[in-house]
Structure formats: structure tokens, C-alpha cells
């Protein structure tokens, strides 16, 4: 039986459908934009068609850019265009520029090679990678894919393929958070850590 | 800093409105959007906007519904209209019609009275209650406001109210949630249950 008029239930379908959102949170969010005026309603409306048309994958790094040609990052003269950083999804580029430590560019893998949800190498952006180093102005490959089993083995895959380029390839140092406390950290971390101690 | 395109940016801002959503939940609902096809997008976009547009209060329960003129609760010829249930909101509505017991209409009251949000009598549906039960065709009107402070106030406020009008006001009734154990029951309910036993 359905009691909610038909254009509510087609708003709290398509709110169900998003990830993480069951149906008692999918009631909720439409009548809040039950709750919203006209104009406000019709913004929320616009905002998704609009990133949906516009937003698009930066032709070089892979990264999501707007408008024409590549991105921001990549089209910057100021960044150092011989050192590139590989991630896997678009959200962790904005992690790495957070640290304001790091001024090169950026590849986007969009993913990670994970045979058990059927992703595998082909997948993934990694032939524009490997084009971008074998053009030879590459210098240096920081692997920053998460510190995971996917992440991991998609580091190892990608490094013993960039290996003919006679290019540097590194990994981001594992160790124990800043700020984190000694008694909470995993034997995993703690061995990670004790390995790549350093002089002070 | 931003490093999300202008479109994506509006877009996470967008869902970070949304009530009980973070920022890092609008980003993943952000980025769910993008993976759509682009009519699935469309239609996500479509259904808001149709249900800002479409959904209006029933003029006699101000239940929501759809098209011109009284709900189909209203109009349904096979409804004891002698009877009103008084609830909060419009999905008060369908928990009590999921019990299929009820065959009289409603009232929708949207919302409850609560001085501490400043929400008063005059903020609710109220008058147009009270211009239903004058009109005589009523005998009954069962009060189904939630069962805390202010669904109690709110029940007793308007039992108050329609006194003058000869008609009886009842409450749904206290007692222990079928299939939950006794152990679990809170002193209050338990002592309401008591209050409100009955005869085998």
C-alpha cells in the first residue's frame, strides 16, 4: 500500500537509492525538501544536473576539473611538472594539497586493483600513467594509494611496471599519527615505524 | 583553499544542508552523483523539483497529497467520516494506516505545541480542526500524538478544546509493545500498562 502522494515517493526513492541512505533517512531528506522554498528546491535541482553536465576528467592527471583543457594543478606553472603523485579517487588529491607540503602534480587512478569487485589493471587510468613517464620529464612516482592490501598491491603492480623508465618510484613513509598516542597503535604500525626510524 | 570544481563544490554544499549529512557524507553523495548516467541525474533532478511543485496539504486533513481537491482519505466514500485521528505528521499517517485497524480520517497537525522551539498553538492546524468537529458530522476524534511531553500536551491542549463541542475525545491506548519483554518495559510504561489492564 503507498499513502504518500506519488511525486513524494518518487523523491524519497531516488533519495533511497544513494549510498548509506536507508528508507526512514530517505522519508526524512524529502520532506526536507518539502520543507525548502521553491527557489532553494529548484538550486538543489540545478546543483545536480549542473556537476553532472559540467564536471569532467582532467585529460592529463585524471583528476575532476570543469571547463576545457586540463586542470588547474596540471595547467599550473608554478608546480614542479618533473614529480607526479598517484592516487586512487579524486578525494584524496585534496588530502595530499591539504598538507601544503607537496608541489608537484598528480595522477588519479580512479580506483584500485581489487580482483574480489572485479577490477583489475584495465580499469583503472593507468595507461595515461605510464605514458606520462615514459615521456621522460617525469623524474619521480610518489605511490599514495591507501595503506591497505588493495592500496598496497596496487602500489607493487604500478611500480614494477614504471620500473623500465629508469624513473624513481617511492611510497609515502608508514609510521605512528602525529598526535596519536604509543599505547593505541597496531603491531603492524609500531613495526612499520621502528623500521623507518630516522636520526634526529 | 578548493581544489573541487566550482559545479562539485555547489553540489557537496548542497547535500551538506541536508539534515543528519556532513561534509564528508555530501562529498560521497557528491561523488555517487557523478557516477550516474546522465538520465539518472536528470531524474533525481526532476524529482525534486516535481515534488517541491506538486505536494500541497489537503485543504480538509492537511495530509499531503498530489492534484486538486480534498486527499483520497477525504474523498473515499468507504471512510467512517464520523471519526478524526489527530496526529503530528503526515508518516504518523501511514503508521497508523500500516495497522489497517483505523477506517476514519485524519487530521494532520504538522508538528506539535512546544514552547521550547517556539512552536504554539497558532503555528498548527488547529483552527481547521476545531472547524471540522463544530460542523457536527463528528462523534469521536482520537487524540494519536506521540507519547512524550509534548505529544501529551499537545493531546491535552486540544481535548480541552473540542470539549465544548459534545464530542468524544479518546487517546490511543499505554501499554507494553507487543513482542517486547517485560524485563525490558521502563517504569513508566509498566505502570500504564497496570493502569490499563482488561479483562480476559
Known amino acids: 500500500m503507498q499513502y504518500f502522494p506519488p511525486a513524494l515517493e518518487a523523491l ?9 541512505v536507508g528508507t526512514k ?35 592529463v592527471c585524471q583528476n575532476l576539473t570543469q571547463g576545457e583543457g586540463p586542470c588547474s594543478i596540471c595547467a599550473s606553472s608554478r608546480r614542479d ?25 598528480y595522477h588519479v587512478l580512479h ?6 569487485n572485479h577490477v583489475g589493471p584495465d580499469d583503472l587510468h593507468i595507461k595515461s600513467l605510464v605514458e606520462r613517464v615514459s615521456s621522460g620529464a617525469v623524474s619521480e ?27 624513481k618510484v617511492t611510497r609515502l613513509a608508514y609510521g605512528i599519527p602525529v598526535g596519536s598516542h604509543l599505547e593505541f597503535a597496531d603491531d603492524a604500525t609500531l613495526m612499520r615505524a621502528l623500521e623507518g626510524r630516522r636520526e634526529m
Chains 1, 2 share one sequence.
Open 111 to 116: 580506483g584500485v586493483i581489487s580482483p574480489m
Open 25 to 59: 533517512s530517505a522519508q526524512r531528506l524529502a520532506f526536507y525538501v518539502l520543507s525548502l522554498t521553491e527557489d532553494e528546491a529548484a538550486n538543489f535541482s540545478h546543483a545536480i544536473t549542473q556537476a553532472k553536465k559540467t564536471i569532467r576528467c582532467c585529460p
Open 141 to 167: 612516482v610518489i605511490m599514495a594509494t591507501n595503506p591497505d592490501t588493495e592500496g598496497e598491491a596496487t602500489a607493487m603492480y604500478l611500480s614494477r611496471l614504471l620500473k623500465p623508465f629508469q624513473v
Open 81 to 105: 611538472s618533473s614529480t607526479i603523485c598517484v592516487v586512487a579517487e579524486p578525494k584524496d588529491v585534496i588530502a595530499m594539497e591539504r598538507s601544503r607540503e607537496y608541489n608537484g602534480l
Open 12 to 20: 524519497v526513492e531516488q533519495f533511497a537509492r544513494l549510498p548509506g
